[in-house]
């Protein structure tokens, strides 16, 4: 089993819509939990932290569900820009930041 | 602000040959990671640096060797490059476990 697992997608949405991607990690000691957004043929970058109470910044929302060991992304009201790959991402044993394959989303017009 | 900077951003190799990816970061960050991203495989952690001194394998650090020089560099090599050394390789730094880590570029090798 992969320490973190996605849905590799695509999701392909029209404009406006809500998505929700979810991720699942096997480490019940892992701490830390990010998304991270990786446009095409360019380097990672953080999308935002997950908190153990949730975390949300305008059109996303992040949870994290510790018993279960998945995190959730929702983005509503999709954008075309928000068209990319979203990276899960999970802390094993304090510094070594583990990377799902990602979910490619699409938006279209 | 630079950031992370990785250098070269391309690179072709023979089956053979040897290179050092260089990476700094101009964040005072103490961690340092590399990775390599392959199609549908994610990224996958090579090794990384807690901090200035110590490095660690990851998940997959066969044929590669790193050198964490100061505080700011880490660099990667590859000894005898082969073709399944073929991908997009990413230099990364954060303070710690739980902070967000930035990324260099990219170095996009090719072996053949």
């Known amino acids: 089993r992969k320490e973190v697992e996605q849905d590799p997608g695509p999701f392909n949405v029209p404009e406006g819509a809500t998505v929700a991607f979810n991720c699942t990690y096997s480490n019940s000691a892992s701490q830390s939990f990010f998304w991270y957004r990786q446009d095409c043929r360019k380097e990672p970058k953080l999308l935002m932290s997950v908190y153990s109470s949730g975390n949300e910044d305008g059109r996303f929302t992040a949870q994290l569900n510790r018993a279960s060991q998945y995190i959730s992304l929702l983005i509503r009201d999709s954008k075309l820009s928000d068209s990319a790959t979203y990276l899960c991402v999970v802390n094993k044993y304090g510094n070594k930041l583990v990377f799902g394959a990602g979910t490619i989303l699409r938006v279209k017009s | 602000n630079a950031g992370v900077t990785q250098t070269p951003k391309f690179q072709v190799l023979k089956t053979g040959q040897s290179m050092t990816l260089q990476c700094a970061q101009d964040?005072?960050?103490?961690?340092m990671y590399w990775y390599r991203q392959d199609p549908g495989m994610g990224l996958r952690l090579i090794y990384y640096?807690?901090?200035?001194?110590?490095?660690d394998k990851g998940e997959v650090p066969n044929g590669y060797n790193v050198s964490r020089l100061n505080k700011r560099e880490f660099s990667l090599r590859l000894e005898s490059a082969a073709p399944s050394q073929t991908s997009v390789y990413f230099c990364?730094?954060?303070?710690?476990?739980?902070?967000?880590?930035?990324f260099g570029q990219g170095t996009r090798l090719t072996v053949v």
């Open positions: 964040m005072n960050h103490n961690s």
């Open positions: 640096s807690a901090s200035e001194g110590t490095t």
């Open positions: 990364a730094s954060s303070e710690g476990w739980n902070t967000e880590a930035f």
